[in-house]
Each structure stands twice: as C-alpha cells, then as structure tokens.
C-alpha cells in the first residue's frame, strides 16, 4: 500500500508556472512507477507525465517542452514543474503510483490548477 497526498496548485496567469510535488508515505516508494494525470470538467482523466522506477519519463504531447516530471526516492516525493501554462492546462491534477508487479494504482486526492488571466 501507498498513500499519496499532492502538495501546491492554485490560481496562475496564462504563461506563468506553478509546481506540484506529491508525498508518498506507506511503501517502497523507489519501486513505483509515478505520474501526474489530469482531468478537466466534463472531461475523461489523462495522463500528463510519468517517470519509471528507473527514472525514464514519458509526456504527453500536449505538455513537452513545458512541463518536467522528476522524483525524489529518499523523500519519496514526485513533482510536476509546469511552465508556459495555457487556460488549457486547468484541471484537477492527480499523483499516481502504479505498483510494479501487480499494476495496481493508486491516486492521491488531486489538486486544482486553473489557468487564467
């Protein structure tokens, strides 16, 4: 088992940036592959990033080039650096852990990002 709780998100201007950082607490976090997803309303939830156990990182088309995953395995934390933000990027965006073996996931509460002037 693993428990994720988001830290930051708020209010930010079109072309600004904003972190988020997601603590992890209850397992071996190294061995988990972490993501961030996000889910607008009326929309279905989508992946924004991911980065391996071992460290490789994917994105999605939309965020390359503005947005950086990485991870923390000492603090167990995740973090989502997001730059250039466009009104497109709000969202409600969620930490996820996906267990190596089993492929069960797991979702902290999600936090709000709104991108607007």
Not at 25 to 52: C, H, K, N
Request: include cysteine; proline fraction near 3%; hydrophobic fraction near 30%.
């Amino acid at each position: 088992q693993i428990q994720l709780v988001e830290l930051g998100g708020g209010l930010v201007q079109p072309g600004g940036s904003l972190g988020l950082s997601c603590a992890a607490s209850g397992s071996i976090f190294s061995l988990y592959d972490m993501g961030w997803y996000r889910q607008a309303p009326g929309e279905q939830r989508e992946l924004v990033a991911t980065i391996a156990s071992g460290g490789s990182t994917n994105y999605a088309d939309s965020v390359k080039g503005r947005f950086t995953i990485s991870r923390d395995n000492a603090k167990k934390r995740v973090s989502l650096q997001m730059n250039s933000l466009k009104p497109e990027d709000t969202a409600v965006y969620y930490c996820n852990a996906r267990h190596p073996w089993t492929g069960r996931n797991y979702w902290g509460q999600g936090t709000q990002v709104t991108v607007s002037s």
